[in-house]
């Protein structure tokens, strides 16, 4: 997020573990920030059912979830198998 709130790029911790300790210091955040396409973001009150089927970013997001501008949640992979579980348990 920027200063104001507003998505600015998304920072796993896969990325920042791939910097070396010597360049950490000078290098920003936005400097390894994912872009997050307008696919990715959601608002709260969006289908999650679509969500199930598409790439994550960095192999971990699925969604990027704002509420007027500002960023409120995001939806991950994990997210999506504990819902999974969660489901095949209520229906057992």
């Not at 973001?41 to 059912?49: E, Y």
């Amino acid at each position: 997020m920027d200063f104001g709130g507003r998505l600015a790029g998304l920072v796993l911790a896969g990325q920042l573990a791939r910097i070396p300790a010597a360049a950490s210091a000078e290098l920003r955040i936005d400097q390894v920030a994912l872009a997050v396409p307008l696919s990715y973001r959601a608002a709260p009150g969006d289908p999650a059912g679509p969500l199930a089927g598409r790439r994550p970013l960095g192999g971990v997001v699925v969604a990027v979830v704002l509420a007027d501008g500002r960023v409120t949640g995001l939806v991950t992979v994990a997210d999506l198998r504990s819902a999974a579980r969660l489901r095949a348990a209520a229906r057992a």
